[in-house]
């Protein structure tokens, strides 16, 4: 059984920042990759970053160079640094970790940046 725990979210003006936070627990043998989703209003859920055990990350274009996905191994949590928030990045942020063969979803943090 694994939680998954989000924190960080909220309302910030355009051009200001976040953290947001998920951190896992229960029956954790390792975790693979973890990642950051999203979904704005009558949107699909996108992806918009991942790491990978070893560090690899990836991001959704439009938001490269101002987002930096991080995890803390010991800590079993993934970060995501959000600054020069833009409005389009408001929605709710769902953080996914991989164990095993299984993947678990955070329940959503909701992001609301302002113009």
């Known amino acids: 059984q694994v939680q998954l725990v989000e924190s960080g979210g909220g309302l910030v003006q355009a051009g200001g920042s976040l953290r947001l936070s998920c951190a896992a627990s229960?029956?954790?043998?390792?975790?693979?990759?973890m990642g950051w989703y999203r979904q704005a209003p009558g949107k699909v859920r996108e992806l918009v970053a991942t790491i990978t055990s070893g560090g690899s990350t990836n991001y959704l274009d439009s938001v490269r160079g101002r987002f930096t996905i991080s995890r803390d191994n010991a800590k079993n949590t993934v970060y995501l640094q959000m600054n020069s928030l833009k409005p389009e990045d408001t929605g709710v942020y769902y953080c996914?970790?991989?164990?095993?063969?299984?993947?678990?979803w955070g329940q959503g943090t909701q992001v609301t940046v302002s113009s």
């Open positions: 229960g029956t954790i043998f390792s975790i693979n990759a």
């Open positions: 996914k970790v991989d164990i095993r063969w299984s993947a678990y």
